[in-house]
């Protein structure tokens, strides 16, 4: 497998979460990470936490005009674009009863179609660098969560995606794949206003007896297998499930 360093990634939802553990592994990597984030505050802080390696990019990937500049930005800093991992979401949840139909949409915008249209400006750059495209789904594919019906059809949706962007890149020799990630603490339920942080870690703590290797995942174990992904130059159109066993469906309780 190919190393990082040297090259350039942009990462959408880079203020928190997975995003920021991914931009953390890859610079600890030698390479150069362009964050993006709706939240100014958020990413300028982390990309100065990371120092020179990091840039930050405020903007919100539903608006054409902020996925431009982030391209270009992104570009500019690393001299060049390597890959682009699609991380930016929101979660809606509820029954199926009293779903708003403007949120869904809205919730599509956000985690299927940003991502789709933010893969076409950045095909020409990739295809220069023989470059890769990574899209963030869940294990909301592989275990089924009354409530959840919203975010598990965007996931579904990105994973489909990566597989037919897979076939229509290739020629270009731009690789999509997808990762799966399990239960993960991150912001994503808080920042959605559906739990608070407490009430968040708790619900994750519920799940641990789910999990045959008995823990919660962190941002790394993501990011180590974001890294994989995003080089390894003959995998394309998969999906590679980053879960504890959750997806495996079973309980030690």
Request: net charge neutral; charged share 15%; proline share 6%.
């Amino acid at each position: 497998m190919l190393s990082p360093e040297g090259k350039s990634f942009l990462i959408t939802g880079g203020g928190s979460g997975l995003g920021e553990g991914m931009a953390r592994y890859l610079a600890a990597h030698g390479a150069r990470v362009t964050i993006t984030g709706r939240r100014a505050e958020k990413v300028q802080a982390v990309a100065a936490s990371i120092g020179p390696a990091a840039c930050a990019v405020a903007g919100d990937v539903t608006k054409p005009e902020d996925r431009e500049r982030m391209v270009s930005v992104a570009v500019a800093h690393g001299g060049g674009l390597h890959g682009l991992i699609n991380n930016a979401a929101n979660m809606v949840r509820g029954p199926i009863t009293a779903l708003s139909e403007q949120a869904v949409l809205a919730l599509f915008h956000t985690n299927v179609v940003a991502g789709m249209f933010l893969t076409g400006l950045a095909v020409p750059y990739l295809e220069r660098e023989g470059g890769s495209v990574l899209f963030v789904g869940s294990v909301h594919t592989r275990r089924s969560y009354p409530g959840a019906s919203p975010y598990a059809a965007t996931k579904g949706a990105v994973e489909v995606l990566a597989r037919v962007l897979a076939a229509e890149l290739g020629p270009k020799r731009i690789r999509v794949n997808c990762v799966i990630p399990g239960a993960v603490p991150t912001e994503l339920n808080v920042r959605a206003g559906l739990f608070s942080e407490a009430e968040n870690r708790a619900r994750l703590e519920r799940m641990l007896p789910d999990h045959p290797l008995g823990r919660l995942g962190t941002p790394q174990d993501i990011a180590e297998a974001v890294e994989y992904l995003l080089l390894a130059p003959w995998v394309t159109g998969q999906s590679l499930v980053v879960d504890g066993g959750l997806s495996l469906g079973v309980t030690y309780a």
